[in-house]
């Protein structure tokens, strides 16, 4: 079954500097510290496809969970809190 390894991990979309691309797959019930610390390594060593390799970090992002639903895979989305940089 090509959904099993799925259940319990997801692909954490990021947009940063303008850019988008997905890290993982990662643990979908990882702390958001962890999956934030993936995704700085991951972009710092410019393995993330859409993104360049760059120093980031995601302190004032926020971590949404999806769980799968409507034969959609579970999700995670890595955002600023503040939507535009505002604030």
Do not use: C
């Amino acid at each position: 079954n090509m959904h099993e390894h799925t259940m319990m991990e997801a692909m954490v979309n990021v947009t940063i500097n303008g850019q988008q691309g997905d890290v993982g797959p990662v643990a979908f019930d990882a702390s958001d510290a962890d999956i934030k610390r993936w995704a700085v390594e991951a972009i710092g060593a410019g393995t993330v496809a859409g993104i360049d390799a760059a120093r980031v970090d995601f302190d004032d992002y926020v971590v949404d969970r999806f769980q799968a639903r409507d034969d959609l895979p579970n999700r995670i989305i890595m955002r600023p809190k503040t939507p535009f940089g505002g604030g």
